[in-house]
């Protein structure tokens, strides 16, 4: 599958973005599907997650209660819902694609988007 993660921008504080990702192929819905994001000078790190059929979502700490995770099989989209933004937010966000499950790790994605740039000014 290819991932095409889109949205990301400039932020005041306080904001919302919704970050999509299209996927290419017939099999979307067989897809755990994630978010990860990487700030500068960081490890990339787990964002949240949804499970195939949307009914199970998973978040990091971090953004637990801010973001949320959505997808739309018949769009071939998952979306990430982030409100109350602050500049500790500022990374560039991928979605990635498994069949791993509750995976949370790096590894544990097979499929990658591109990356899209949050940017959150204080």
């Known amino acids: 599958v290819q991932l095409q993660a889109s949205g990301g921008g400039l932020v005041q504080a306080g904001g919302s973005l919704r970050l999509p990702c299209a996927a290419s192929?017939?099999?979307?819905?067989?897809?755990?599907m994630g978010w990860f994001r990487q700030a500068p000078g960081k490890e990339r790190e787990f964002v949240a997650r949804?499970?195939?059929?949307?009914?199970?979502?998973y978040f990091a700490a971090s953004v637990k209660g801010r973001f949320t995770i959505s997808r739309d099989n018949a769009k071939n989209t998952v979306y990430l819902q982030m409100n109350s933004l602050r500049p500790e937010d500022t990374a560039v966000y991928y979605c990635?694609?498994?069949?791993?499950?509750?995976?949370?790790?790096?590894?544990?994605?097979?499929?990658w988007g591109q990356g899209t740039q949050v940017t959150v000014s204080s």
């Open positions: 949804i499970s195939e059929s949307g009914g199970s979502t």
């Open positions: 990635a694609a498994t069949t791993v499950g509750m995976a949370t790790t790096i590894a544990q994605y097979r499929y």
């Open positions: 192929g017939r099999t979307f819905s067989s897809y755990i």
